[in-house]
């Protein structure tokens, strides 16, 4: 039995075995286990609920909620790398800037001082969550993005009262903005740009504790709220747009671009005594005129043929940039039908000598060169007679306080008050061709612009090998009167040249009404150019009246 016995336990327990892995396959498939929940099925982004998103991500990212801003990871890594410069840097520009502010204080209240203990703005850099760039007709960069700054500054104030010393401690501060930066104007002068104006779109979010004498204020009841409220008005108040921070990276004269501010009239009379530097007759002179630090083609007079006291009577108007530093050059040549016009003599007016709206009758003595060492400026050479007066723009009037008499200063006042003054009276049109885009041509790529105003025609220079070309070229317009019917007319051409022969395409056109500029005083547009698929062009006008 003992044998029989072991035989049947060991067989007993092998079909045990059998039935009982047999049993718990069919368990394990038909039978789910109660303890497991279905996992929830996964969702594209695109489709998550609003609500379910923000328990998702609380803080999304300015890219995410707005497509047009771009995600700026390599600036958060920059700023993370020059963190430690930029503290040190920064701090620089909060203890000199606070001085005079805390110098204010000292005195008052009892306070004898006020210094920073501590100051540094921490390891961890603020993070951009968005840029965006907008573009301007202007001569301007404007960008808005979005900042937040979670960090671990360690500002403290000592402030010293009576003989009592408070140590006043910033501590888990935070901050959350959304700001606008312009980088005006563009100039070519490094970093391009003079300066950055700087404003936020909507009040920003702030949250700071204050530790004094080791106790967090900002844990009194009510005083949190009242206190984060009060900065983040004030800060609105001084910085939310229209309100600007104005940051001058160059100086203003640097790189900067003057305009006109008023027309310099001169009427050459007439010469005398002149050289003559013909052998078998007399001389046949002409005068150019110029000022001086303006790009412009001088001005010519007439000839007068075989004459030594030529007289011309003729009018000019020039545009003055800076009456203060401007000379007016007076060169007179003896014309020749061949080679070189042979030089007369020369002559300098600083404009400074003038007083707005005054007219000066002048008698010069014409020498060779401006150089007082000069020995050829012992020999005489004639005088020349010219009348000259500068009047300046409506709008620029008030920056010239030159001596006038009261009848000229009663004119001055009437017109500067007569609203309909600008759409009657004498002025300078300025035509700035900016550049193009998307013009196209069959047969080259030079395109340069044409621009024609009432016969008279100028046109920029040719950008070789590129449809969207820059020129940037200003052109100048001495009217009478107002164009206040007037079209301008500004065409966007191509040429080449080849085996000798210059061949021109037109690549479209456009025609603009003067009349918006007049009313305006300026028009900076886009125009899509008349006769192209896709070009357009991008112009400038102004009007100043005299």
């Known amino acids: 039995m003992g044998f029989l016995g072991s035989l049947l336990g060991i067989f007993g327990f092998g079909i045990g075995i059998s039935i009982g892995l047999v049993i718990g396959y069919f368990l394990f498939i038909y039978f789910e286990p109660r303890d497991v929940k279905d996992l929830p099925e996964s969702t594209p982004f695109d489709e998550i609920e609003p609500s379910s998103l923000v328990d998702l991500l609380p803080e999304l990212p300015l890219w995410v909620m707005n497509p047009d801003y771009e995600r700026v990871d390599w600036f958060n890594e920059f700023i993370a790398n020059m963190w430690p410069y930029l503290d040190k840097a920064i701090c620089g520009i909060i203890k000199s800037t606070s001085k005079p502010i805390f110098a204010e204080y000292i005195g008052q209240y009892q306070i004898k001082s006020i210094e920073f203990e501590q100051l540094t703005l921490g390891t961890i850099p603020p993070r951009f969550h968005g840029i965006k760039v907008y573009d301007s007709n202007e001569k301007e960069l404007v960008l808005e993005f979005a900042v937040r700054w979670a960090g671990n500054p360690n500002i403290v104030v000592a402030l010293k009262l009576l003989s009592l010393q408070i140590s006043v401690q910033l501590i888990d501060f935070q901050m959350a903005a959304t700001a606008r930066a312009t980088l005006k104007p563009l100039v070519p002068t490094f970093p391009c740009f003079s300066s950055i104006i700087v404003s936020l779109t909507k009040k920003p979010e702030v949250d700071f504790g204050l530790k004094v004498i080791g106790g967090d204020l900002m844990t009194i009841p009510g005083l949190h709220h009242f206190v984060q409220e009060t900065i983040s008005k004030q800060v609105a108040r001084l910085y939310l747009w229209p309100q600007t921070l104005d940051i001058p990276i160059l100086d203003s004269s640097i790189g900067a671009v003057k305009k006109p501010v008023g027309i310099l009239h001169v009427k050459v009379l007439r010469a005398q005594k002149l050289l003559n530097t013909d052998f078998l007759s007399k001389s046949d002179p002409y005068v150019k005129l110029s000022l001086g630090g303006d790009r412009l083609p001088a001005k010519k007079t007439t000839v007068k043929m075989n004459t030594l006291n030529p007289v011309w009577n003729e009018d000019f108007k020039l545009t003055v940039k800076d009456p203060e530093s401007q000379v007016l050059q007076l060169h007179l040549y003896d014309w020749e039908k061949i080679g070189a016009h042979d030089k007369l003599g020369m002559q300098v007016v600083p404009l400074k000598l003038l007083n707005p709206y005054e007219k000066k009758e002048l008698t010069l003595d014409l020498v060779h060169s401006t150089n007082p060492n000069d020995p050829q400026n012992k020999k005489a050479r004639g005088q020349i007679m ?41 002025g300078l049109l300025l035509v700035t061709v900016i550049g193009a885009e998307d013009v196209e041509g069959k047969h080259h790529t030079n395109p340069y612009a044409v621009v024609v105003l009432r016969g008279e025609k100028k046109k920029t220079k040719a950008r070789n090998k590129t449809w969207n070309p820059k020129w940037e070229e200003e052109f100048q317009f001495v009217l009478e009167e107002a164009p206040l019917k007037d079209l301008i007319h500004i065409e966007v051409k191509s040429k080449k040249r080849r085996f000798g022969f210059r061949s021109k395409e037109l690549l479209g056109y456009v025609d603009i009404q003067l009349m918006d500029v007049i009313y305006n005083g300026r028009i900076n547009e886009k125009y899509h150019l008349i006769n192209s698929k896709d070009g357009i062009l991008h112009v400038d006008i102004r009007w100043k009246v005299i």
């Open 386 to 426: 010219l009348e000259m007066s500068f009047i300046p723009f409506q709008e620029d009037s008030k920056k010239f306080s030159g001596p006038l008499n009261i009848h000229e200063r009663k004119e001055s006042i009437s017109s500067l008050s007569d609203d309909n003054y600008s759409l009657r009276g004498a």
